[in-house]
C-alpha cells in the first residue's frame, strides 16, 4: 500500500509533522488562557488525539476514539455548503441509516422493495428540490460489511437499486472501496462539495457478543467511519445522514470539518482495513447477458418489456430451486417446490395489482413458525442473495443494449409473498387438501403469462395444485389468524370557528368539513388569581418597538432635573438647550455623513414647490392673464437673439481654442512615453479625473460650448500624435519601456474610438477628418479598424446625401406654394455670400486635393501604405483589442439624455424604462447586477412623492441597519433642500429600525409618522403595514422601494420581506443583482398585485455589467491572474455545462481561444472564432460586441467537449494553461512563464498567513503600487479582522521604527533631519518674534505711506506695508515632532491627495471615532495610516467614520464582515477574500465581489483570493445561482396577529376612528393567507392554504388563544408580541397560563446559594429557555470527553441541556401531541380533495411511474375468488399518506412529524417549517411521558462561563453565529420583559427573573 494513498486532492506523502498536530494541547496557565482564547481561531477548532493516548490502540480503536472526539454542527447544506453544486452520497450509507435511524429495520423481515426505493427517492428527490446536485456513489467493499451486519436482503435490494440507477439515469459511479486510486481520480475530477454519509458504528446492530466475532468482522462494522476519515482527507466537508432534516428550503445536516481530519489514524485504518476490502475473484458474467437476450426473445409477446429482467431472475431462481428440491426428500423437497409457486403468484399480483391496492394488514411473520424457521431462512439463505448475484452481474457489465430494460425496483415484496402464502397454507390446512387454480381464479391473461413463466421453470411439472400435504409434519405449519382490518382515521371534525376577517378572505370558499357546536375550557385563570395578572391587556408592538433606550447623557440629565426640589426656569432653559445641542448634533452626524456621498446634492433639482400648490398657481394665473400669442416680428426679434448668442458662444470658443492648440502643440516636444501619456489625458479629460476614459471628452465639454470647436481640438492632437509617435520610433524602444509604449497606444486608439462615437456617429466629421484618423488607426497596426470605421462614414454620408437632396425638393415645393419668392430671394442671396465667404477660409486652410462633404465620400479613404508607427499590435489587431483593451471597450446601452429631463444624467435604456414605469404609478421588478445603476429609481420615486404633495410617504426597505444609515444620508443629501409649510408638522427624512426611530436626523419616538420619506427594515415595515392604529399612515403610502429583495429566499427574515410585499396598498420597486430565474418570482407578485386589485408589475432585466471583474489570487507573494475556465470541474462541465452567470473578460475570452487551438489544433467550429475572423470588418469591438464572442466561445467549447474533441488530457491541460499570464505572441517577450508544477493553482490549500503581518504588508504594498486601491478585504470572523487591523498596524509602525532607528547609520540620519527640522523651526520661531515686535509700528508705517503725496512713494510704501503686514500675520510655528513619531507616507496606505483637500474634515471624523466610538489607539492608528475596518459589533461612529473616509478616498484599505455586502456606497477597486467560512456562499461571493469597480469610479474591478483552497474558489466562481425561492410562511402566530389586529381595526371602525377602510386592509392582508411565495409541482397549494389555515384557527382555539368568534383571548397579545421566537413564543405563553414557569421558579428560589453560579434562579430559567427559545439540535453522538480548562467550566452535561422537570416535560409533549393531531387531520382533509392519480404512485426522484389502475384486459383475479376476500377485506384505507409508504400495511396515522413530512402525499408539501412542535423527538412523537430530543445547552454555559469563545470548544457553535444567537436572544429577553410589564404584577417571580437574566446576558454579551 502506497503511503500516499491518505487522500487529499494531491498527492501528500504521510508526515510525522502532520501528524503531530494531534499531540497533547497545552493547558495554559492561570492568566495566560483568555489570552489563548483571544487567538482561537474558530475555523481551527482541535479535533486531532494526543499521538501519546492513541499509538498503543488498535486501528479500530483508534478510529472508535477519533469518532468519539467528534463535535459535529449544523449547517445548511444547501447554502453554506453549496450544494447547488456537484456534492458526492454514498448510496450504501443512505440505505443502512434507513434502516438503523428511520425506523425501516423491518425491511430485513418484509423485504419490500418498492417501499424502500421510494424512502430512498424520496431523500434525493427533497435534496433535489431545494437545488441540490448530487452523484450517488456506490462501493462494492460494502458487501462484506453487509454480510456481517444486516441480512442478505439488503444487499440485494441495494443491487437493485443500482440497477434502478441504471435503467432510470440517474447520475451514479461504482468503486471497489474508497482506499482504490480509481475513487482518488473521480474525487479529484469531480471536486465535490462535500460527501453525504452515515457514520454509524455497525456493531451496536448485532446481537453477537464481540468476543465471539471473527477480528476480520469487527474491523469492518467501523467501514463508515473509516470512509468519513477518508474523506475528510480530501479537504471538504462531510455531512452526515443521522439527524438530516428539511426546513423549508434549507437541508439542515450535521457537519464534520476538514480539519477534523486525522492523518496517523486514517494512515493506520487504511493499513489494517483495504486488504479485507480487496475484490475477490468474480464469478464469469459473460453468460448473462446472452441468456437474458434469448428469454427476451422468448418472452416476446407475453410479458412486458419492463419485467423482463425480473422475471428472468425468477425463473432462474424457481429452475435452480426445482433442480435443488428434485434432489431433497420429504418436506424440504415440497417446501422449496411450495416456495417457488408462491413467488410466480407474487410476481404477477405485484405487477397487475395497483400499487394504491397493495397496501393490507396480515400477520407478524415472526409469530408464524413456518415463517420465522424455514420461509424466512430460504429467503435470506437463498433469494435474496441469488437475487444479488444475477443482479450484481448485470451491474458488473458496462455495454447494455438499449432494448434490455433494467428496470427491477419492484422485484419483491416479502409482505405481499408472506400474505399469499399464508393463504395458501391457511386453505389447504383448513380444506384438508391441496389449493388449486379457484382459489385464486386468476385472469386469462395473468395466467397465460405465469403458465409461461412456469414453463421456463419447470420442464413438465404442472403449476396448479400446490401441495401442502408433503410440509404437515413441519413445525408451525398452521398460520395465526389475519387481524382485524386496520382502523381508518375519522373524518376531521372541527369545532364552529367564525371570523369576518377571514369570510371576506375566504369569501364562499366551503371546506366541507364538520363543525361541532360546544365550547372548551381553555382559560389562564390561574394567572388571573393567584398571580394577579391583568386581564384584557393590548400591547402596541409599534409603540413597543419605536421606544429607545436612553443613552448615558439623557440618564444624567433625568436624574439630575429628578435631584431638585423645584425646577425653576433657568434649568428649563438649561434642559431646552441640553435637547438643542443633541439635535445639533445629530444633524452634524447627518449632514457630515451625507457629505460624504460625492455629488448626491446635483442629481435632482431642487424642491421648490409641490404639485398641489403648482396647480393652484397655475390655475390663477390662467383666470388673471389670457395665454398672449407671439407675432411675427416678436419671433424674429427672438431669433435674432439666439443668433447673437450664438455668435458669442463661437467667439468664445474660438479665443479658447488658441490656447488649447498651443497646449497641443507642445506634445510635439515630448519624448517620453510616460510624459506624452500624461499630457494627452491632463488635455482631454481633465487633471481631476477620476478615471482614465475619453468617454463625452468631459475636459473639451467644459472648455467649448459648440462641438465643431471640440473637433477640431480633437483632430489636433490626432494630427501631432501621429508626428510624435513616428518621431519617437516606438519600436526601437527597449523591451521593459514596451508596456508603456502599449499603453500609450491603447489610449490613442480609444481617442479615436471616442472620437468617432462623440462626433462621427454625429455626422460632425467631415472627408478630411475622417482621414486623419484613418491614418493614425493605420499607423498604430489597426487598418481593419480604420476600414470598417470609413465604411460606416462612408454608409453615413451617402444616407446623408439622399436625406438632403429629399429635404432640398420638398422645402423647394413649400416655397413656390407659399408665393414669398423675393424674400427668399433676398436670403438666398444672403446665404450665398455667407457661403462665399465660408468657403474661401476653408480654402486657404484645407488642401486643393480635399473638397469637402459634397464630393465623392469614397475619395477619402486612405489608399496609400501609411508608415507603421508601432509594430507591437501583431497580425491580429482584433485579438489585441480583447486582450488589452476590454476595460476602455463602448458600452452600448442605449445611454442618452432623457427627453422629458428628469434626472440630471444620462439614463440608459433600462433606466428610461424604469423611469416611464414609475410615472405609470406602476410596479416592477428590477434585475440588474451590482454597480449598474439601478438603485437611481428608488431614489426618484421619492423625488416624484415629495414633489407632488407633503403629505404622500415614500418608504425605503433596506436588508441592514448599515445600508440604513447609508440610504438615510443620501436622502438628505438629495432632498434636504425641500421646505415645507411653516404650519406642517411634515419632515422629509425619518428611520424606523428596532428600537431606534428618528425623524430629520434626531432621534425622537414617534415622530416617523411626520416623514415623507421613510428609511426602514421589513420587519418594521410589516409591523406597520399590520398595525390597526397606524392605518392611516398606511393610507398616505405612494409608492415602497424593496432593496436587495433576493432576501425574501432567506431563513431569517425572509418571512417579514413576503409579508410586506403582500400587505403594501401602492405599487413598489424592487430590486436586487443576484436572482438567477426572475420570472417565478415576477408572476407571484403579479399575482400579489392582482389579487390586492393594484396596478400590473412590470419586470425589467438588464444582465450586463458595467465594469468587469478582473479576478486574481495572492499566490507566493505575487498576483496571479485566475482564469474561470480553471476553475471549470470537466466531469460537472460534460453533464450540466456551465453557470449561467460565468462571465470571461475581454482578456480571458482570447487567451481561451489561443489556448484551446493549440491544444487540439485545425478544427472548423473553432477556427471560425479567430478574433481576426469572427470581427472581421468591424471598426470598433465594443463590450456587446465581445459578449456576443464570449456566448460563441462557450457554446463551442461546449461542443467541442460534447463530440470529445477536447478530451480529458486536453481539459487538464486547459486549465494549466490557462494559469500563465496571459499575452499575444508580440515581437517583444512576454513576462516570463513561470513552472506549471511549482505554480498550478489547483494545488492550493486553506492557508492562515493572512494573519501574518508580512504578507498584509506585501500585498497591501503591491495593490498600491500597482494602483488598484481602495482595497476591501473580506473576512466573515470579527476576531480575525479585528487581529489583521492590529498585526497591520504593527507592522506599519515596526518597520517605520526600524528605517529611523533600526541602526546606527539611521538613527544618525534621524538626528541630523530632526536637529535639522528644530534649526528651521528656530529660524522661523525668530522671524515670528520679529513680526510681533514689528506690529506696534505697523500702523504708523501704513498711515505715513498714506499721507506721502509721491505716486510712487505712495504705492512703494503701500506694498511695503503689505509685506510688513504679512510677516506680523504670519501664524507662530509649531515645535516640530522627531520624524520617527510621525506617519511616514512609505509606512502608510492613507490618500495624501485626499488629505490635503479634507484635512479638517478627516481630523474630526477620526477624533469622532476615538471619541464616541471609543475606538482603541491601535484602530485610530489604523484610521491614521489609512486602514479602517468594519463589523456590526463596532460602534456607529466608528463604523460611520470608516464610510465616510473610505468615500472620501483617505482610507484605502478596510477589513470587513458581511456588514458591507449589501448595497453599500464603499466604491473599490479591489475586493480580497481571506478566511474560510460557510457563510461566504455563491451568493455573498457575488454580493462581496460586486462592490469592486463601482460605475463611474473605474473601468474594472478587481477580485483577490487570499489563502482560499482552491476547492472554494472554484466553487465561489462557478457556481450557479439558485432560483429564488420561497418558504411556506403561514404559521399559527401570522394568522393570531392578523386576528388581533382586525379586532382593533373592528374597534377603530366602530369609533370612527380608524385611517383606512376596512374592506382595504382585508385586501390586502388576503394575500398572506391565500398566496404565500412558495412553489410545488404536485401540492395543490390553494387547497393547502385555505385548509391550513382552518386548522390553525382550531388550533389556536384549543390553545385559548382566540375565541370561537375570532376574538383573542387570554395570552394572545403576548404571544404575538413574540412572534419572530415561533414556535417559542406558542410554548412560553402554555407554561406562563399553566402556572407551571411560576412554580418552577418558585421551588428554585428556595435552592439559590450566592457562591453557586450554577443555582441562581436566571441560570435555572436560562435552562428551561434553552429548549424552547433560539433552540440547536445535537448531532446524534457527542463528545465524551472534553478539553479541560482550569476555569469558564460549562455546565455540568456539556454539549447536553440538562432534561426538564417532568411536569414541563409533560406540558410540551401535550402541547406537541395537540398539534400534531391537528396537522394529521389537516392533511387529511387537504388529501380527500383530490383522488390517488397517476402523481401519487410515481417515484419522486426518478419520475418512474407505476399502475394505480387496473389492466385493460381485466381484473387480475377473481374478487369472489377465495383469494378476494383475503387481500381485498385487509386493504388499509387511507387518504393523506403515500401509496408508496402505506405499502408497509399503515393508514392515515404517523408515527412523527418527520414521518408525516416524509410520506404524505404529494397533494400536499409538508416540511418541519411548517409544523411549529418543539424539541420534538424523531423517532415518533410518543406520549407525554416520553422523552425530548436532546438539545444543545449554549445558552446555559453561556450564561454559566460568560465567555462566548468558548461555545465553539464545547458547543460547536463558531464566533459568528454565537454572537448572532446571544444577540438576538438578549433581544428577545428585552422583548419579553416589556410584554410581561403590562400582564404582570410588580414583584411577580417571572417577570423579575425574566428581567434579570435579560440584563445579565446583556452584560456578557457586551463583555463577550
Known sequence: MAEDDAGGFEDNEFDDEASDAGDDVEVPEEGEEDEAADDFDMDARVGHLSRADIQHMSPQDQLKKWHEMLLPSEVDLISELDATNVFFISAESVIADLLISSGEGSFDEEGQFLRMTFLVEQLLASLQSCGGVFRLIFFDAFKDVFDVTFESSLWAFREAFLNHCRANGMDHAVFRHWYSQEWKDHVTTWRPSFFLLANDQLDSLTGDDEEEEDEDDVRKKGSFQALMLRCLSYRVHVALLRGLQRRGNRVMAFTVEPDCHDSFIDFNVQGALQPLLEEEEEEDAEDFLPELRKFQTRAAGKVKEDAILRCFILCRFAKSMLAEASKASGAMSELLKVVVRIMMIQEMLLRYVPVDKRAFTTVNFNDWGLWSEYISTLLQNKWYPFMAEELGKLNKLSDIPEDVKLESCDIFDGRLYGHVLRFVVAKAVKAKKDVDADAFKLGTYVTEEMDFLWSEAASGDKFWPIKIKGLKDLAGLEPPALPPQATTREKPVLHSISSNLLDLIWQDRKFGIKDKDEDLVADAALLWERYSWKQDVRISAVAQAQEMEKNEAQKKMEEKMRMKTKITDKDREYERKFHMKRRQMALKALHSYAKSLTGSDKLHPPIISVESEKKTQEADSKQKKPEEKVSKKQQEIIDKNRQKELEKIQEADNKQLQDWEKKADEMLQVNDVTRLEKDLLDLLIGFSRVMPSFVGFPALQNAFKTPEAQVKVVLKVVKNLRVVLKKMQLDKLPAETQPKVRSLVVYVYCLVQEAWNTYGRKGLLDGKSIKVLQEILISLGFPQNAKGMFEQWKAQQEASTQNGAQNGAEEEAKDKDKKKGKDDKKDKKDDKKKDKKEDKKDDKKDDKKDKGKGDDPAAFKVTKEVELCWSGVGSDEYAFQLMHMGPQMTRLVGTAKDPKERVNFKPDRWQRDLLDIVDSNESALVVAPTASGKTFIGYYVMDQVLRSDHEGVAVYVAPSKALVNQVSAEIYARFGSKVFPSHSKSELLGVFLKEYNSAGGVMEAGKWKNCQVLVTIPHILEMLLLSAENQDWVARLRYVVFDEVHCIGEQEGGVQWEHCMQLIPCPFIALSATVADPSVFHNWLGRVNEKKELAKVSIVEHRERWNDLYKYVWHKGELRPLHPFCCLVESSVRRNGMSSDLTLVPREMVQLYQEVKKIIGPNKLWDRLSPKEFFAGMSFVTKIDSRNYEKQLKESFLELLKSNTLQTEGFSQLTLSLQQFPDLDLSFSPPPRVEAEASDLRN?????????????????????????????????????????????????????????????????????INERRKAQYEEKKKQYQQAQKMKASSKQEAKAARNDEDNEGRGAAKAEAVDITQDMMMAEPKEPKDIQDEIDPEFSFHSAKALGVWQEDIEDQIEDARKKGRAEAWMIEGLRRGIGMHHEGLKKPYKDAVEILFRRGYLRVVFATGTLALGINMPCRSTIFCGDSLELTGLMYRQMSGRAGRRGFDLLGQVIFLDKPFVKIQRLITSDLSSLAGEFTLSPTILLRALNEWETVQALEEDSALGRPSKDIARCLAPVFALPFFQSKTAELDTQVAYHTRFTMEFLYKEGLIERDGTTRNLANLCTHLFEAEP???????????????????????????????????????????????????????????????????????PKLPPLTPRIRKEIQRYNLQLFEIFQQFAYAVA???????????????????????????????????????????????????????????????????????????????????????????????????????????????????????????????????????????????????????????????LTTTAALAKEMEAYHKKG
Request: aromatic share 8%; hydrophobic share 35%.
Open 1244 to 1312: 492550493l490549500t486553506k492557508e492562515t498567513s493572512y494573519l501574518q503581518a508580512a504578507t498584509l504588508f506585501n500585498l497591501c504594498k503591491d495593490l498600491d503600487k500597482k494602483d488598484i486601491m481602495p482595497a476591501i478585504v473580506f473576512n466573515f470572523s470579527r476576531k480575525e479582522i479585528e487581529r489583521m487591523l492590529k498585526k497591520l498596524v504593527e507592522e506599519l509602525e515596526k518597520r517605520q521604527e526600524t528605517k529611523y532607528m533600526g541602526s546606527e547609520d539611521a538613527r544618525y540620519e534621524t538626528k541630523r
Open 1624 to 1694: 417559542a413564543n406558542l410554548i412560553f405563553c402554555r407554561l406562563l397560563s399553566t402556572g407551571l414557569l411560576h412554580e418552577y421558579l418558585a421551588q428554585e428560589a428556595r435552592k439559590v446559594q450566592k457562591g453557586d453560579r450554577r443555582t441562581h434562579l436566571t441560570v435555572k430559567l436560562a435552562a428551561v429557555l434553552g429548549w424552547i427559545f433560539f433552540r440547536r439540535r445535537l448531532p446524534p453522538s457527542v463528545p465524551k470527553e472534553r478539553l479541560h480548562r482550569k476555569k469558564h467550566l460549562p455546565s455540568e452535561g456539556c
Open 1728 to 1886: 380527500v380533495t383530490r383522488k390517488i392519480g397517476e402523481t401519487d404512485v410515481t417515484l419522486p426522484n426518478s419520475q418512474r411511474s407505476f399502475r394505480h389502475k387496473l389492466d385493460e384486459r381485466g381484473q387480475p383475479f377473481d374478487a369472489n375468488a377465495s383469494f378476494g376476500p383475503e387481500l381485498l377485506d385487509q386493504l388499509v384505507k387511507y387518504k393523506a399518506r403515500s401509496p408508496f409508504s402505506a405499502l408497509a400495511g399503515v393508514g392515515d396515522q404517523f408515527r412523527s412529524p418527520i414521518d408525516l413530512c416524509k410520506n404524505c402525499r404529494n397533494v400536499l408539501h409538508l416540511d418541519l417549517n411548517a409544523i411549529p412542535t418543539v424539541a420534538c423527538p424523531p423517532q415518533g412523537v410518543g406520549d407525554e411521558s416520553a422523552d425530548l430530543e436532546e438539545t444543545n445547552s449554549w445558552i446555559l454555559d453561556f450564561m454559566i462561563h460568560g465567555q462566548r469563545k468558548y461555545l465553539w470548544e464545547d458547543n460547536g457553535i463558531n464566533a459568528t453565529r454565537a454572537w448572532k444567537m446571544t444577540d438576538e436572544f438578549v433581544q428577545t429577553l428585552k422583548k419579553a420583559e416589556k410584554a410581561l410589564k403590562a400582564f404582570a404584577a410588580d414583584g411577580d417571580i417571572v
